[in-house]
């Protein structure tokens, strides 16, 4: 049939030519909240002439990510627009055989044995912010995160400590993400050279240096380490071939980027959250108290701090920083008994799906006391998705959620927090949702 003409799930009205593109990039999450409202589980969606499907439905997302996973690849804007210059063909963009290779290659790096020596460095970052925080003071907790995340990231997988170029990547990957918010990144291709594009470029620039820097900094350390970066510059094809510069570029760049940023906003919101819900807060401390009894937290105490994954599990839900994944269809296929046309996009929202209201009760409410009781297992498998899933199930998650879990612990045993003055949040909807001018947390030294 001509795809045009076969059936289509309902869906908002849409201007010629431009579809929703607007109505999108103007409030991308009140767009995607109005679907599932006002249209169904499955809402069809015109983005420029480009068929979107957007899910709301656990099954539906499983569908796409996992059983049929063979049949699906990564959008056209994450293919094209983040695998541009930005990401090119790093691990989170580059898709089929080429990405099996390297997922296998890093792989190694993630292992269980391995995470333990990360645990050492994040609670030694952790420890260190202690002794930065004063007491009674507003803190931009969201900026505070972004260097602490990143300087655990680098030492972690690069096996380097930050130098004097880190301080651009705060700025220069605030620029970025505005720049995926724009209408004008969607539209206008990135070669052109108009102002926009140009600010653009002129910020991958910075990164570019950056992690130039740090591949030199490791080749001129010489072997002997077995941190990530080792391996990707020891990594050799089976004809004895190394990786590309540029490659290694993509890889290093992507997971600098991929591993901080979204860490970052999670222990952010954790915070701003705790802030927001003394009563949390205290059964925060009465776990850490009673568990750590004034001890620092390690590794090995994270499996005796339920609640305090229940707070990280929480703000993920309430505030996933991936909040939608993008799949594009390879061949024709068929959803809840729609023909789905090949070069569709499903578009798989964390945003709307953790906030459903048949899913969780109170959906709105920071409640993380819901997850005590196995509430994970009795919530179909892709209710709760802040790391996605199936084969591209980010491959991060294990030290994202250790590394939450000890920062979180490290912090909140010293201090209380408070609401600052105007600390209304806003939201800055674009390659991750993180808060545009920052979260403004006031500090307090508990006693
Ligand atoms: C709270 C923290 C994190 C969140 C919410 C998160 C979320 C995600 C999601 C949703 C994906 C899948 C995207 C898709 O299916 O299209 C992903 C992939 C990925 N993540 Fe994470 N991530 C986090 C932390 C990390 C960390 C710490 C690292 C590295 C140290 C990392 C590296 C990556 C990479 C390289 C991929 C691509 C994997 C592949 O496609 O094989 N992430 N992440």
């Keep these: 049939m001509n795809p045009s003409r076969a059936p289509r799930p309902p869906g908002p009205r849409a201007l010629p030519i431009i579809g929703h593109m607007i109505d999108y990039t103007r409030d991308p999450l009140g767009f995607i909240e109005s679907c599932p409202r006002d249209h169904g589980d499955v809402v069809a969606v015109n983005m420029l002439g480009n068929r979107v499907y957007v899910l709301q439905r656990p099954e539906h997302i499983e569908h796409v990510l996992v059983t049929r996973h063979r049949q699906y690849a990564k959008d056209a804007f994450q293919r094209e627009v983040m695998g541009g210059r930005l990401l090119g063909r790093g691990l989170l963009t580059n898709d089929g055989e080429p990405w099996l290779r390297q997922r296998r290659l890093m792989q190694p790096a993630f ?80 070669w052109l050279p108009t102002p926009e594009n140009l600010g653009y470029r002129a910020a991958i620039d910075q990164l570019d240096t950056l992690v130039a820097g740090l591949i030199r900094r490791r080749r001129e350390a010489g072997g002997g380490t077995d941190d990530l970066l080792s391996m990707l510059l020891d990594a050799q094809d089976e004809n004895g071939q190394r990786m590309s510069d540029q490659q290694l570029r993509d890889e290093v760049l992507t997971l600098m980027l991929a591993g901080h940023e979204t860490t970052s906003i999670n222990l952010a919101f954790c915070f701003y959250l705790l802030a927001h819900h003394p009563e949390a807060e205290a059964a925060l401390h009465g776990e850490l108290d009673s568990v750590l009894g004034g001890r620092a937290p390690a590794l090995e105490d994270l499996a005796a701090l339920p609640f305090t994954e229940a707070v990280v599990k929480e703000a993920l839900r309430l505030y996933p920083p991936a909040w939608s994944i993008g ?107 993180r808060p545009r001018h920052g979260l403004k947390v006031r500090v307090r030294a508990r006693e």
């Design 327 to 433: 799949r594009e269809a390879l061949e024709a296929d068929e959803l809840d008994g729609w023909p789905i046309a090949k070069g569709s996009v499903m578009m798989m929202n964390p945003w709307t799906v953790h906030r459903d209201a048949r899913l969780y009760e109170e959906p709105l409410a920071f409640r993380p006391q819901r997850w005590r009781d196995g509430l994970e297992q009795r919530l179909p498998r892709f209710a709760w998705f802040p790391f996605g899933g199936g084969p591209r199930l980010c491959i991060g998650m294990s030290f994202a959620m250790m590394e939450a879990r000890l920062v979180l612990a490290t912090l909140a045993q010293r201090f209380r927090f408070e609401r600052a003055p105007d600390d209304a949040v806003e939201l800055l909807p674009s390659i991750t949702l």
């Design 111 to 190: 292992h269980r044995q391995r995470l333990a020596a990360y645990g050492r460095i994040m609670t030694t970052h952790a420890r260190r912010q202690v002794g930065l925080w004063r007491d009674g003071e507003v803190r931009d907790v969201n900026a505070d995160m972004m260097e602490l995340t990143l300087a655990i990231v680098i030492q972690s997988l690069f096996g380097l400590s930050l130098d004097d170029g880190a301080d651009t990547v705060g700025p220069a990957l605030a620029r970025i993400m505005e720049h995926f918010a724009r209408l004008q990144a969607l539209i206008f291709p990135e």
